[in-house]
C-alpha cells in the first residue's frame, strides 16, 4: 500500500513555516524531526507513541528529541490518505504552550477555508 502523504502549511505570501523551522535547527535535531516525519509518512493515522500524540481538536503533535532538545511538529489528518504540517517549536516547557496550538488551530482554519474556497485543492 502506497505511503501517506505530508503537506506544509503556506502563507499567502508564500512562505512554508514548519519548513522555515525544520531548516532552522542544528543538523542532529533536523535528522531527528525529518526521521519523524518518515514515520508518519509511513504509518500514517497508526503512528502513535512515543511519536505522536492527540492534542486534541484534530491537532496532533509529532515528538522528536535529541541530546540538545524536544521538538513538536503540531498537524492534522487533513483527507485521505494526507496530513497536512501545521506548526513546529522546541518544546521547552512541560506541556505544550497553549499559544503553540492556537497558532496550529488558526493555521488548519485557514487551510480548510483554502480548500474550501479552491475547490478542495491541496494547500501547498
Do not use: C
Not at 514548519?18 to 508518519?40: C, G, K, M, N, Y
Not at 496532533?60 to 521538538?71: M, V
Amino acid at each position: 500500500m502506497a505511503g501517506w502523504l505530508i503537506r506544509t502549511f503556506t502563507t499567502e505570501a508564500g512562505g512554508k513555516p514548519v519548513d522555515d523551522w525544520i531548516r532552522s535547527l542544528e543538523p542532529p535535531a533536523r535528522a531527528e524531526v525529518a526521521l519523524t516525519i518518515d514515520l508518519l509518512k509511513e504509518h500514517g493515522i497508526s503512528l502513535g507513541m512515543p511519536f505522536a500524540r492527540p492534542m486534541g481538536e484534530g491537532i496532533w503533535e509529532l515528538r522528536a528529541r535529541d541530546s540538545s532538545g524536544i521538538y513538536r511538529v503540531l498537524y492534522f489528518h487533513w483527507k485521505g490518505r494526507t496530513f497536512g504540517l501545521l506548526h513546529g517549536f522546541s518544546k521547552t516547557t512541560r506541556t505544550a504552550p497553549k499559544k503553540e496550538l492556537e497558532l496550529a488551530r488558526t493555521r488548519r482554519t485557514i487551510w480548510l477555508g483554502r480548500a474550501t474556497t479552491r475547490g478542495s485543492k491541496q494547500n501547498g
